[in-house]
């Protein structure tokens, strides 16, 4: 099973051909020199602009949207807005808050090592920036998926702490199905979770968080009651907008939830 099951493009769905030659610059740059916590890529001015302008649009959004959970996160690791974030300096941060470090990758790896790496507190991270001729949702995992969905909401010592869990888990699973049913959960959890806040829906998921289009749909799209052998029944397609969302009472029934599972109890 590879990341590209989860992030995958939809057949016919070409990238634009200019991103893909710098996405694979990108890539080489990350094979001569990655490692933990560096950041050999220096972005050029018009990636900049796109992050700047999505980074702004989201940070407008998230005040009435995102929980309040991932609203203290953006405050305890404030991403920059005028420049592309490198994780040379949010993984030093995150590491000094949540003891997670980032390692970059190009995106397209086993699934079994993303997740598996969260055991050793190793977030692996794509370093190239969505093509700007679909700036609002990134069928892949790019860096504004990344920083704004998964990085912020690891600074929560909670979030942390389950995305370890899901990593021990992966690390311990004996079969594909059990593999399957972790991914179903972080799947309907981390990357489009919500929850109950004051009567309202609030996202706390990364995917949700980082899509401004997601993020613009998310009062019509059915929202069923938190389950997680519902969440590992259905369906879901990486590639559109989400079709089914579950929404928690509260992040600590999520997390007593996620835990019970993931542990095997
Ligand atoms: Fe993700």
Not at 31 to 41: D, E, I, Y
Not at 244 to 255: G, I, N, R, T
């Amino acid at each position: 099973m590879t990341r590209a099951n989860e992030h995958h493009l939809k057949a016919g769905e070409r990238i634009d051909k200019s991103c893909a030659r710098r996405r694979k610059q990108i890539s080489e740059a990350i094979r001569r020199a990655g490692g933990l916590n560096s950041h050999p890529v220096a972005y050029r001015a018009e990636e900049d602009l796109l992050w700047s302008t999505m980074v702004s649009k989201l940070n407008a959004i998230h005040p009435r949207v995102a929980s309040s959970r991932y609203l203290q996160a953006k405050d305890r690791l404030p991403l920059p807005v005028t420049h592309t974030a490198r994780i040379d300096d949010v993984g030093q941060r995150l590491n000094n808050s949540a003891g997670f470090r980032l390692l970059p990758v190009d995106g397209l790896i086993p699934i079994e090592n993303f997740y598996g790496r969260f055991a050793d507190d190793i977030f692996s991270t794509a370093l190239y920036l969505r093509c700007p001729s679909r700036p609002h949702y990134s069928p892949e995992p790019d860096m504004l998926h990344e920083l704004v969905g998964h990085v912020v909401m690891l600074s929560d010592p909670l979030f942390a702490d389950l995305y370890r869990l899901f990593g021990e888990a992966t690390n311990n699973a004996t079969s594909n199905q059990e593999l399957q049913a972790i991914s179903q959960v972080f799947w309907f959890t981390m990357e489009t979770g919500l929850v109950q806040e004051d009567g309202r829906t609030k996202a706390y998921g990364a995917a949700l968080l980082s899509s401004s289009g997601e993020l613009a749909k998310l009062d019509r799209c059915p929202v069923e009651k938190f389950s997680i052998p519902e969440m590992i029944e259905s369906d879901y397609d990486i590639s559109a907008y989400q079709g089914k969302l579950f929404m928690a009472q509260s992040v600590d029934e999520m997390a007593s939830e996620v835990r019970s599972f993931l542990n095997g109890t």
